[in-house]
């Protein structure tokens, strides 16, 4: 009989309570995600105190749930893995105490995994055939990276956003045209009304980063011409608006991924992130992937967006390199991608 590496894993560093158990790094047997949007809908964005005890009401319960939806006892769970950075810190705190509770009253290894990280090897869950080295487009609500894999659990930044990530430009062009939290599903689903090429809205390019990204110019740009029609008492198409911004941020994060892959050697792009379930992204990124000879690949929606799965993912990879975290495990909410903070205070 083979010997399986079986990971109980939990995320809770924004606004989804999750935990999810995954078998070798690739086979999830559960994977249940409590999300608290529709709290925090109301406020126009994630409130962290309403996050943390609404993550310290439900943590239990979505823990028994993946593990009796996984068929497994404890005693064929070989590690938990939980994510301790980056993310709000009473948030993560109650997911990493929670691992700890486990981790010592089961007997079981603690691994502490870097939630980007874990965003990244969502991809392997899908695509058997994955492995590194390959070029990533992290785009989520906070964090917009470019990463070259080097390897399952080392990564080499390649770009950055310098100002929003991604999905926060998103999110506040959302809020501006008063579609609401969270802003990127509903961009997506109005800029299928709009025209794409209706407003021309700037794209930025770093000459002396030219992987990096910037959203703050295109975000001012947005709300420059929604205060220009106010001023002038013109109407505002809205699913223009949305069509025209979605379509200037795919383009960069299109240009600068391809070139960052082709410079870099990769054969492989792949893309992870809240914002790598948009539709437009995912088929302007396959076309030219196509067109540059990459093997393109990136995660079902589910997956995309947080989840307890992912991090069961990063986790087996972590545990196998022999990433072992300790009770003194601590949140770190500004962890940085490849940072190793698992062993200090
Ligand atoms: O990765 P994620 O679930 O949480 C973070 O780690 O931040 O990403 C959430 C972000 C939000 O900004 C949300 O608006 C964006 O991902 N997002 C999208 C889409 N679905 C979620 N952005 C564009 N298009 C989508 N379909
Ligand atoms: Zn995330």
Redo the contacts with the bound molecule.
């Keep these: 009989m083979t010997r399986h590496t079986t990971i109980l894993a939990i995320e809770s ?2 606004d ?1 309570t999750a935990a999810a158990v995954v078998r070798d790094g690739r086979e999830v047997l559960s994977n249940i995600i409590y999300s608290q949007i529709d709290l925090h809908t109301i406020y126009g964005g994630v409130v962290p105190e309403i996050a943390s005890r609404k993550h310290v009401e439900k943590i239990n319960q979505v823990v028994k749930s993946a593990i009796t939806e996984s068929g497994l006892g404890w005693d064929e769970i070989d590690a938990v893995a939980v994510t301790y950075g980056p ?1 709000l810190v009473g948030a993560l705190l109650v997911g990493v105490s929670a691992a700890k509770a486990l981790a010592y009253a089961k007997g079981k290894p603690l691994v502490g995994v870097n ?1 980007i990280e874990g ?1 990244i090897a969502a991809n392997y869950i899908e695509h058997p055939e994955l492995e590194p080295p390959f070029m990533c487009m992290v ?5 917009s990276h470019l990463v070259k894999v080097t390897d399952y659990h080392t990564f080499e930044i390649i770009g950055r956003t310098r100002d929003d ?4 430009a ?2 506040k062009v ?1 809020r501006a045209i008063g579609l609401g939290y ?4 509903k ?2 689903a109005l800029s299928k009304e709009g025209d794409p090429k209706a407003i021309a809205f700037p794209r930025a390019f770093m000459e002396d980063a030219p992987y990096d990204f910037s959203f703050s110019g295109l975000k001012s740009a947005v709300l420059n011409y929604l205060n220009g029609c106010e001023m002038k008492h013109l109407p505002v198409n809205k699913a223009d608006v949305a069509a025209s911004f979605q379509a200037a941020v795919v383009d960069v994060l299109v240009d600068n991924s391809i070139r960052a892959a082709v410079a870099h050697g990769c054969k492989t792009l792949t893309l992870a ?3 790598a ?3 437009t ?1 995912r088929a302007a990124m396959k076309e030219a992937a196509e067109q540059a000879g990459l093997h393109f690949c990136y995660p079902s ?1 589910v997956y ?3 989840n307890a799965a992912m991090i069961g993912v990063a986790g087996y990879y972590a545990y196998q390199a022999g990433v072992r975290s300790g009770l003194h495990l601590n949140a770190v909410p500004n962890l940085a991608i490849g940072e190793d903070r698992t062993c200090t205070s």
């Design positions: 560093s924004c989804e993310g939630h965003h785009a989520s609500g906070g964090h990530a991604a999905g926060e998103f999110d959302a969270p802003g990127g599903p961009i997506d992130g809240g914002v379930s948009n539709g992204l929606p995309c967006t947080d």
